[in-house]
């Protein structure tokens, strides 16, 4: 029996907006995300006045709300990135009638710990210090964030027999569809030698180039009910599915093995309540924060077996273009993705399918795309998937 | 917990998240002995130290010493992280940090750096025992080659 999920196609984003992405804005969180919010709003034709929910990552919704002078809200929420929950908990608001339009949004701000010019800014350092908060795992030693996943990469080349060119080709693909986006932040041509000469971060298959690249900026959106959408002037983007996902494996050392990680949870839940399949979808979104969980995405969303994804990626490489056409024709990770648009826990991907079945893309438009896949996370806590589509 | 236990416990690791279900997991620390928390009804090692089973909800949990005995299930070489200037991290050299499946039962992993093995000497399934370092005034897990 197909699960009931009487939302499908009935809320849709209507206005997405961002601000541009930088090694030092020289503005507060806030301001960045008033910015980027004010410019979604403004896109979806609308007003403050219009604005009942706000569902946010971990910025205070109370002070954007307070900055924007949203005088009603009858829903709000924060939540941890990457950033799927935001659009899902707006999705379940709107449809159940909590409210009628949410304002998401997310801001990202380099830290001190990633560059020295950063270290050096006495604002960052003091919202950076904070009191403790718990940690994933106790030990002292912990893969807590960052770690797991170079550590999991590790142990998923070991079973594999995988090669670090596979890693390789998934940055070269952020950075060619990267070099067509202006509003990308690392632009220049990356070729396999240089992603080789990379530093090593955390050895012995993330280099500088597996990793996002961090920016300070913000995206927003607008969500709000299908019927409504249809008297705005954006071509409304609807939702066709959407799910959260995570295992009780919240601790990364104890997850069992990768195909028993959120990713799965997400895809099996999310083609649950999808009228559409892998072979219906026109572009593919999948997270990279590191470069690891976008070639395990490639597994976990059903275009190839398990351990596949290197030979999978050969395959369906256009020599020509340099970057991956899934079958010669799909597209993945238009923007240039978190490695090279800048790091964004996945609001990126989202801004660029928006923008994309909207065919507001600019440089970078892929003509007639109709549905986006998206796989908004990793193996851990607070993954998620989304399947967006036009009519 | 005697109230002077915990005062100790807390003061040799001031920067550390420490709270009543992982306190008996810190003591065991400044003792070496690594202790993990054991069902006793379904006789179940489980960790992080929840306050009660994860598998049978059994309250009956006692922090129990493991061998520490196990093999290499992943690792990283960290060239970054959040020990900068502690003594023993280096993170030019690359700080090998390893996650551990522990003999006592499948699946029940730990993590920890690996001490006396040269970074490229480092391999997946590799048998690892137990091993104590000092650092930041308190001893701290890590391994070595078996
Ligand atoms: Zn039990």
């Known amino acids: ?391 | 917990m005697p109230d002077s236990n915990v005062k100790e416990v807390l003061e040799r690791f001031p920067n550390t998240w420490i709270d009543r279900d992982n306190f008996a997991m810190f003591e065991g620390f400044l003792e070496k002995r690594m202790l993990i928390n054991r069902c006793q009804d379904c006789q179940k090692y489980f960790q992080p130290p929840w306050p009660s089973c994860p598998n049978c909800w059994s309250e009956n949990v006692e922090p129990t010493e493991v061998s520490g005995n196990g093999v290499v299930h992943t690792f990283v070489i960290l060239h970054t992280g959040a020990l900068v200037g502690v003594e023993g991290v280096d993170y030019m050299k690359g700080y090998p940090l390893l996650v551990v499946e522990l003999e006592e039962q499948e699946g029940l992993r730990v993590t920890g750096p690996m001490v006396n093995c040269a970074n490229e000497d480092i391999r997946i399934g590799m048998p690892v025992r137990l091993n104590w370092i000092e650092r930041q005034g308190h001893p701290v897990p890590a391994f070595q080659p078996a």
């Open chain 1, 1 to 391: 029996m197909s699960p009931r999920f009487p939302v499908r196609d009935q809320v849709a984003i209507v206005g997405v907006g961002t601000t541009p992405f930088s090694r030092d804005a020289g503005k507060s969180d806030i301001a960045l995300a008033v910015e980027a919010s004010k410019n979604a709003i403004r896109d979806a034709g609308l007003t403050k006045n219009d604005i009942d929910g706000v569902s946010a990552t971990m910025l205070g919704v109370q002070h954007v709300q307070a900055a924007l002078g949203l005088e009603k809200l009858t829903y709000f929420l924060n939540c941890f990135p990457t950033f799927s929950q935001q659009i899902v908990n707006a999705m379940n608001a709107v449809f159940s009638g909590v409210c009628d339009t949410v304002l998401c949004y997310h801001t990202v701000a380099v830290s001190p710990n990633n560059s020295r010019a950063a270290a050096a800014d006495p604002f960052r350092i003091r919202a950076a210090s904070g009191g403790l908060s718990r940690p994933p795992s106790p030990w002292p030693d912990s893969l807590a964030f960052p770690p797991s996943y170079a550590a999991w990469a590790n142990r998923y080349f070991h079973e594999y027999d995988a090669k670090r060119e596979w890693l390789g080709l998934i940055a070269i693909n952020s950075r060619t569809n990267a070099m067509r986006n202006e509003h990308a932040v690392m632009r220049a041509p990356l070729t396999m030698e240089d992603y080789f000469a990379a530093r090593m971060v955390r050895g012995p298959l993330f280099g500088m180039l597996d990793m996002d690249y961090p920016v300070d900026g913000a995206d927003a959106f607008v969500v709000t009910t299908a019927e409504r959408a249809k008297d705005l002037p954006n071509k409304p983007v609807l939702i066709h599915s959407a799910v959260l996902g995570q295992t009780n494996c919240t601790v990364e050392e104890i997850l069992p093995d990768l195909e028993h990680s959120a990713h799965q949870v997400v895809m099996d839940a999310l083609w649950a309540r999808s009228e559409l399949s892998l072979q219906d979808i026109d572009l593919f979104q999948p997270y990279d924060g590191f470069s690891f969980i976008c070639l395990k995405w490639f597994e976990s969303v059903g275009y190839c077996g398990v351990g596949e994804a290197g030979p999978f990626l050969e395959d369906n490489w256009d020599k020509e273009e340099n970057r991956i056409l899934i079958g010669g024709r799909v597209p993945a990770n238009t923007h240039g993705g978190s490695l090279s648009d800048g790091g964004t826990q996945g609001s990126g991907h989202i801004r660029e399918a928006v923008l994309q079945l909207q065919g507001k893309a600019g440089n970078h438009q892929h003509p007639g795309l109709k549905s986006a896949l998206l796989g908004v996370g990793g193996f851990f806590p607070y993954s998620g998937g989304l399947i967006l589509r036009t009519e």
